[in-house]
């Protein structure tokens, strides 16, 4: 999952920067991003009964190369 991504470059950034949050905000902000992203995208999805409201991993590299570059 994408928000995986983004948490886990977080947390790289952290470990790297000796905890240092200040250091590691442009992570920070990209994660919640992508979170608040990918949240309206499955209430979308919910609203129109598409199921399951979570895109697949196919889908959302669909949804991505369709917007030609990353919406967060």
């Not at 977080?10 to 990209?30: A, G, V």
């Not at 991993?57 to 919406?71: F, G, H, S, T, Y």
Request: hydrophobic share 30%; net charge positive.
């Amino acid at each position: 999952m994408l928000v995986g991504r983004e948490s886990d470059a977080s947390t790289r950034c952290m470990d790297e920067n000796n905890y240092d949050r200040e250091r590691c905000s442009n992570h920070f902000l990209k994660y919640k991003n992508c979170r608040r992203f990918w949240n309206s995208v499955m209430i979308q999805r919910r609203q129109n009964g598409v199921q399951p409201s979570m895109p697949t991993a196919a889908e959302r590299d669909e949804i991505l190369r369709a917007m030609q570059k990353m919406p967060y």
